[in-house]
């Protein structure tokens, strides 16, 4: 399947950010993008450069993190042979190689502080010199820079140039996190849904169950879109009857009764700590807050109907099999379900 590059939602917030994208991309500026992972950086970076004049020119990307500090600069700048061990030929930067076009460097907090200063001097005079060369080359390239850094706090501690970070940040564009854009988890995860089941040559689209649209609600998306798109395709593969709405979903893939031991030098968790830390979508996700509940009696009810739901979505509704899993007697199950009254969702 081909990369998804659509942008998806309807909250203020997001899309404040993606038109504020659009009226910065036809400025032959600089533009910051931040945003935790996931958030869709990336994205924003290709929509800067396909709605501005050099969109026929060429995109070229780098990740600053994924590469040595020693390599980061021969990627950018490119070298003469012989200038150091290994270059038994020249080589274009990626500077050469955006000429005319746009240079997304993403990771940008990752730079090293000469990979910084050679950085300045290009985004400032519109020149670059090949490592182990002494002739500048003028390149005319649009700088779009990407981070889930404080890079205003990097300059602060003198870990970041200030007078780069001034140059880079005409525009800021600051992308929210998935889990303030309200509405849009709901829509998001009904079209990874519907992808996946095409995927899978579904007759249909069922949708998910409520207990699991509730769960993904509240569920607090360290990773982002990008997160939500693989637990909602992960649940709908696993899932057997298309019929019925999907009616379990994990967040922690790693999550198993056979999952290996930490080492023994780690400092072993907190039980609330590895409540919070499982995110597999159970019991630690569908816990009330206990400040919004009136009373003792009604936190105990939420929790038990959580319990139930999420079981009974894991069994695909199979009652024997989840009372097998409760420690629980069939009678009980059943008599359980009619007081929460469950009985409907499971029609």
């Not at 990979?115 to 490592?131: D, H, K, M, P, S």
């Not at 007759?203 to 998306?221: C, I, K």
């Not at 019929?243 to 930490?262: E, I, L, N, R, T």
Request: proline residues 6%; contains cysteine.
């Amino acid at each position: 399947m081909k990369r998804d590059n659509q942008f998806i939602g309807q909250s203020g917030a997001f899309l404040d950010a993606v038109e504020r994208a659009s009226r910065a991309a036809p400025m032959n500026r600089p533009v910051l993008v931040i945003g935790e992972r996931g958030t869709g950086k990336e994205l924003i970076a290709e929509r800067l450069h396909r709605l501005s004049p050099r969109w026929d020119e060429p995109l070229v990307t780098m990740n600053c993190a994924a590469l040595p500090e020693t390599l980061i600069e021969a990627e950018l700048f490119g070298h003469e042979a012989g200038a150091f061990t290994g270059a038994t030929k020249t080589r274009a930067g990626r500077f050469e190689e955006a000429d005319r076009g746009t240079l997304f460097l993403d990771e940008l907090g990752n730079l090293s502080m000469a990979a910084q200063e050679r950085l300045l001097r290009a985004v400032e005079y519109g020149e670059v010199t090949r490592i182990g060369s002494s002739r500048p080359i003028r390149v005319d390239v649009r700088i779009v820079a990407a981070t889930n850094d404080d890079l205003p706090a990097l300059a602060e501690r003198g870990e970041f140039r200030s007078d780069l970070l001034d140059r880079l940040s005409f525009e800021v564009i600051t992308l929210p996190p998935l889990r303030v854009r309200e509405g849009d988890i709901d829509v998001l995860a009904d079209y990874f849904g519907r992808r996946m089941a095409a995927e899978l040559q579904w007759e249909g689209w069922p949708g998910f169950a409520d207990h699991v649209r509730r769960q993904l609600d509240e569920y607090p998306w360290p990773g982002n879109v990008r997160e939500l798109r693989n637990v909602v395709e992960r649940a709908v593969y696993r899932w057997d009857d298309w019929s019925q709405p999907v009616g379990h979903v994990q967040f922690d893939p790693f999550d198993s009764p056979w999952k290996p031991a930490s080492p023994a030098h780690r400092k072993p968790e907190s039980p609330s700590g590895q409540a919070a830390a499982r995110g597999d979508g159970s019991l630690a996700q569908a816990a009330p807050d206990l400040d919004t509940v009136e009373d003792l009696r009604s936190a105990v009810d939420a929790h038990e109907r959580a319990i139930l739901e999420h079981a009974l979505g894991k069994h695909r509704w199979n009652q024997r099999q989840t009372a097998r899993a409760l420690g629980l007697s069939y009678d009980q199950l059943r008599h359980a379900i009619k007081r929460h009254a469950l009985m409907q969702e499971e029609e």
